[in-house]
């Protein structure tokens, strides 16, 4: 049996290949899982959790809260003042939006444009009928992950090898059919 690489075969692969990686990008939503920063704590009279997805331009806070184990009523809010450790802003606020949820607390999602990497400090307060909380607590933004990482390359090393083999013995066999070795 002989084998035969022609162009279009070849050129195919190749083309697959330069889609692939010029298409691919990770999931838009956030490239890993939040870090937990605070888990239950007490502020003022809400019990919150807050979570920190603190990517370099598009940094998010999640935030859970109750009141006396139940949901927070409808009018409460959630600000956050953000300004970085190292001064080179002054600082800013964001406002929350809430997302309902049947099951569980109420969460609020804000939306924090992180200008730098580094230390950046938060003072989160919960406003409502119920009261006003307060905590505050340090993220550290991280650079956004890119689309293609060393790890990212490192992963597609073994299956680049594979078709180099694969290919190697491919055009060995085309330019020897009748097995007389070389």
């Known amino acids: ?3 035969r690489i022609g162009p279009l075969l ?3 692969a190749l083309f697959a290949l330069v889609a692939v990686l010029a298409v691919g ?3 838009s939503a956030h490239s890993g899982a939040p870090l937990l920063i605070l888990a239950e704590q007490a502020a003022g009279p809400y019990t919150i959790s807050v979570w920190a997805d603190p990517d370099v331009g598009n940094g998010r806070l999640f935030v859970e809260a109750t009141v006396g184990g139940a949901q927070v009523p409808p009018e409460t809010t ?3 003042r ?3 450790d190292d001064g080179h802003l002054p600082e800013a606020t964001y406002t929350g939006t809430r997302t ?4 569980g607390p109420e969460r609020f999602t804000v939306r924090v444009p992180f200008d730098a990497e580094g230390v950046w400090w938060v003072q989160l307060a919960i406003r409502g009928p119920a009261g006003l909380g307060e905590v505050t607590f340090s993220v550290t933004a991280t650079p956004a992950e890119s689309p293609f990482s060393v790890a990212s390359l490192l992963c597609l090393a073994p299956f ?3 078709a180099a083999l694969w290919w190697w013995g491919a055009r060995r066999v085309s330019a ?3 097995g007389t070795g070389r």
């Open 1 to 3: 049996m002989r084998w």
């Open 10 to 12: 070849t050129a195919t």
């Open 25 to 27: 990008r990770p999931a």
């Open 78 to 80: 959630v600000t956050a």
């Open 82 to 84: 953000v300004w970085p």
């Open 100 to 103: 309902s949820s049947p099951l």
């Open 160 to 162: 680049a090898a594979i």
């Open 176 to 178: 020897n059919p009748r």
